[in-house]
């Protein structure tokens, strides 16, 4: 028997084949989507700030253009690989046709460690990458957009450069821009904004009531704590979070903005006064109404769950829930609100950012999170009606949905030449 273990992109690929099969989608569409389209690799040099010279490797991955421009965000992290960039590119893909937005996919990374990096290299070594990515990007053909490492800053860094080689300023080449530059109001906590949608669409659901609902949350990113404070506002009682070092829980629930305040005064949630401390996996086992992941990949497996006592589960992370985790959840009649449409929110506001900076005329962020509710609630509904028409869980169902209108595209546009 082989001990080899499938990689990120394979399990995306897996799903893919999976869906198709369901819908008998013709097998050219199947073997398009299991490939990324373009694939570049950067080795790239970048002097510190002490005079030394360090050679970075980046990557920017085009899964798919059938049903527009590429969109995808750009990760710093030490442990990113060329197939876990592949795997959130396709995810991508997924996550604009569920939404359908006219968008494919997308993906870059460098690998390096921003937390231990000063500004100046950072601003170095953002330039230097988008030197080297700028043959694929362009407000027509690839958008990039922060995710893990990277934030407004970054963004902002990588327009200017861009811009310079243009001769004049392209704001659309990126999203999640600061407001100065063309950035969207409301594009900050727009994907935990979309975990809350999620959660609430997901209740009427379950005939739960927000008010007084117990959850969880792993987690205290941006997605993380924009999720927390709108369910707290909503009425939630957050009753435990968590963060790499660890999490806080209290039955009689958590002031949410004072444990944030407190993570950023010690650097972690844990040792929150009156809260008793907790691990990223008791988290994930607590009696609660709703659980939302939204931290690392792989957190909920085969191996841990059967012990999850929630009602929903919003996935606010990428591939949170493994696939044999997932059959487990829904034969235990838990609902779980997959990735790739719980967290849309980022991309769907990206896209309303995009579509400002090409017309020059911004919105309210009450028309932009009006207009993400609108979207998002659509999406929610075309999948529970197929998860209820094929019996099927919400994942599946998701999985559907996008595989259809990305084939959809492919099929409509034929083949070159």
């Not at 231990?116 to 230097?128: A, F, G, I, V």
Request: aromatic share 6%.
């Amino acid at each position: 028997m082989s001990n080899k273990t499938t990689s990120d992109f394979e399990k995306v690929v897996g799903h893919i084949n999976t869906a198709c099969k369901q819908l008998n989608i013709d097998d050219a569409y199947r073997l398009r989507m299991g490939k990324c389209e373009r694939e570049l690799t950067a080795n790239f040099p970048v002097r510190m700030d002490n005079g030394k010279v360090i050679i970075f490797t980046g990557f920017r991955v085009q899964h798919s253009d059938s049903r527009g421009p590429s969109k995808g965000g750009i990760r710093y992290h030490p442990d990113v690989t060329l197939d876990e960039t592949k795997a959130l590119a396709a995810q991508m893909t997924l996550k604009a046709a569920v939404a359908n937005i006219p968008y494919g996919g997308a993906k870059g990374s460098v690998i390096c460690n921003p937390k231990l990096m000063s500004q100046n290299e950072l601003m170095r070594l953002t330039r230097r990458y988008t030197c080297e990515i700028s043959l694929l990007i362009g407000p027509e053909r690839d958008i990039p957009a922060p995710d893990v490492g990277t934030n407004p800053q970054i963004m902002a860094w990588i327009m200017d450069t861009y811009s310079m080689a243009k001769g004049y300023s392209v704001p659309a080449v990126v999203t999640g821009k600061p407001l100065e530059l063309g950035g969207s109001k409301g594009r900050f906590a727009a994907t935990g904004r979309g975990c809350m949608i999620s959660a609430q669409l997901a209740a009427k659901q379950k005939n739960l009531s927000l008010k007084e609902a117990t959850v969880a949350v792993q987690g205290a990113g941006n997605v993380a704590a924009s999720a927390a404070k709108l369910l707290a506002k909503e009425g939630c009682q957050i009753i435990a979070i968590s963060d790499s070092k660890g999490g806080v829980y209290s039955s009689k629930g958590l002031n949410i903005e004072s444990v944030l305040n407190h993570k950023k005064e010690t650097s972690s949630v844990i040792d929150f006064k009156g809260a008793d401390t907790i691990t990223n996996a008791e988290l994930l086992t607590l009696p609660c109404d709703i659980l939302v992941p939204a931290a690392m990949e792989n957190q909920i497996t085969a191996d841990n769950a059967s012990q999850i006592k929630a009602r929903i589960i919003v996935e606010g992370a990428n591939g949170p829930t493994t696939p044999e985790a997932s059959k487990i959840l829904y034969a235990n009649g838990i609902l779980a609100v997959p990735d790739i449409l719980a967290n849309i929110g980022g991309v769907v506001v990206s896209y309303f950012e995009w579509v400002q900076n090409i017309q020059s005329l911004f919105w309210e962020e009450e028309e932009v999170n009006d207009n993400l509710r609108r979207l998002m609630t659509s999406a929610f509904m075309e999948v529970l009606g197929i998860s209820q028409a094929k019996k099927t869980d919400m994942r599946s169902a998701a999985y559907m949905l996008a595989v259809k209108r990305v084939a959809g595209a492919m099929a409509i546009r034929g083949i070159y030449p």
